[in-house]
Every structure is written in C-alpha cells, then in structure tokens.
C-alpha cells in the first residue's frame, strides 16, 4: 500500500506562487501515476495535475496550463505541484493521490493541504 503525505499549503497573495509536496511511503511501480487534485468548499473534487513516476510524463487540466508544474523526486519518492501566477479560484484543499498504471481511478490519497490565495 502506498501512503500519501501532502505539505506546502498555505495563505498566498493573488499573483503569487507556492510549493506542494507529496511524500509517498510504501511500495510503487513502474508506471504508477501520482496526481494532484483539489476541492473547493461545496465543489466536486477537480483533477490538477499527473505524473507518471518513472518518465515524468505529465498532463494538466486546462485551468493551471502554464501556471502550475507537477515534478519527481524518484530518489526521495516525493511529487511536488508548484504554483505560479495563483488566483483566487485555486482556492481549495490540495489532495494528493496515486494509482497503478493501468487503472481509471485513484485509490491512494493523501489528507490534503489548505491552499488559499487572498485578493
């Protein structure tokens, strides 16, 4: 099983940026997919980011193209979301998750970590 810890949230100004970081203990693969997701108050949980952790291929959802940039550290078993630019709508509980690579859903997730970008 792989067990996810996310770190980095916090109060940020509209424009500024802050740095995610998600620390997995347990067992991973090759392939395995580490993703961020976030929730807003009364929001469905949205898609973020993805990383493949063996290649670092990586896909965005439209809204953090060129904002935000999801890295490895394969030595350190530790994905990190930085964010660039933030607005006031990145506003939400940042989760981290992870799942194999042949599979739809995400069956490994951290706690999540309060990101909030002030106006």
């Known amino acids: 099983q792989v067990q996810l810890v996310e770190s980095g949230g916090g109060l940020v100004q509209v424009g500024g940026s802050l740095r995610l970081s998600c620390a997995a203990s347990?067992?991973?693969?090759?392939?395995?997919?580490m993703a961020w997701f976030r929730q807003a108050p009364g929001k469905e949980r949205e898609f973020v980011a993805r990383?493949?952790?063996?290649?670092?291929?990586?896909l965005y959802t439209d809204s953090v193209k060129g904002r935000f940039t999801i890295s490895r550290d394969k030595a350190k078993n530790t994905v990190y979301l930085q964010m660039n630019s933030l607005k006031p709508e990145d506003t939400a509980v940042y989760y981290c998750?992870?799942?194999?690579?042949?599979?739809?859903?995400?069956?490994?997730w951290g706690q999540g970590t309060q990101v909030t970008v002030s106006s």
């Open positions: 347990g067992r991973t693969f090759s392939g395995y997919v």
């Open positions: 990383i493949t952790l063996t290649f670092g291929g990586t």
């Open positions: 998750a992870g799942r194999l690579p042949n599979r739809d859903s995400y069956d490994s």
